[in-house]
């Protein structure tokens, strides 16, 4: 999949997938060398869940609207379309990129948001734009970016958990205490492990309060009291095998090639492979993510 196409893939359900898992495929595709057949199918999971739009909404230097900025993000909180858009526009055009970029980041460290996707699918925008270079591939991408941002900020559809009673907070936050905590309860289809490999990956872009705030926040949801079994999955799944690279890319093949049930399947791969090659991590981890491979591509 190209980038073109992941920015013109819209949401079905709550928030766009698509640029994240087209990332997730480029990180894939240079720790496994698959066939080109495989790769096809590994990418039809995203069209198959998200669509295809064709229609271009904004063009190039054209502000069919006037933009009142102080009225920015009143118009983005109640997602007035289709005037949010050339809000977006605007704001993209009156400030450089790191700046929009860096709030709504501030907004994620305050808000523990269920699944993360706050926090990963924000990180993956941010990567992305650094790929953006033509006027279109901007345009679109502050299209897919507006639609992201009104349906998980600003308060709306805000979900969240009680904290178990017996939680305890802790003093000193690290990538291997939250680990543990994420190996434990993955989440609903891993979604604790795919938010911290975002945040590892994106740890030296991050100022370090808020890269310790987003392991906090993720350290928490590892243990929030879920009312739905997926949520909490118990994974009893064994894997005899030494923890190789060899077995991490059998278990990733078997759970993107095997299922042909959501686009989560390819964060998850990835994210697990990209945990598994921390240097840090111990044997029995990289164990127990392949468990966790297994689990999915069985269940």
């Known amino acids: 999949m190209q980038l073109n196409s992941a920015l013109e893939r819209v949401a079905t359900i709550h928030q766009q997938h698509a640029i994240k898992c087209y990332l997730a495929v480029k990180s894939l595709k240079n720790m496994f060398n698959w066939p080109k057949e495989d790769w096809s199918t590994i990418e039809n999971l995203i069209k198959i869940e998200e669509p295809k739009f064709d229609l271009k909404i904004l063009q190039s230097n054209e502000l069919p609207f006037e933009v009142i900025r102080r009225r920015r993000h009143w118009v983005l909180a109640h997602a007035i379309y289709p005037y949010a858009y050339f809000t977006m526009l605007d704001w993209f055009q009156e400030s450089c990129s790191k700046k929009i970029f860096d709030y709504y980041l501030e907004q994620s460290t305050e808000k523990n948001e269920y699944l ?170 990289k164990l127990r993510l392949l468990e966790i491979l297994k689990h999915y591509s069985k269940n």
């Open 116 to 285: 993360g996707h706050n926090v990963s699918i924000l990180l993956a925008f941010i990567k992305a734009w650094d790929e953006v270079h033509t006027e279109n591939q901007k345009l679109r991408f502050i299209e897919r970016f507006c639609e992201f941002i009104t349906a998980t900020f600003y308060g709306n559809n805000h979900k969240s958990y009680p904290l178990h009673h017996d939680y305890k907070h802790l003093e000193n936050f690290g990538i291997n205490e939250v680990l543990k905590c994420a190996l434990a309860q993955p989440g609903f289809w891993g979604h604790h492990i795919i938010a911290l490999a975002s945040i590892t990956r994106a740890q030296s872009s991050l100022s370090e309060t808020t890269f310790e705030k987003l392991l906090i926040n993720l350290h928490e949801q590892c243990h929030w009291v879920y009312q739905d079994e997926m949520d909490q999955p118990h994974i009893n799944e064994l894997v005899e095998q030494v923890p190789s690279f060899k077995e991490l890319e059998c278990q990733c093949h078997k759970l993107l090639l095997n299922k042909k049930d959501n686009l989560h399947q390819i964060t998850l791969a990835e994210s697990i492979a990209y945990i598994f090659h921390r240097v840090d991590i111990s044997q029995n981890n």
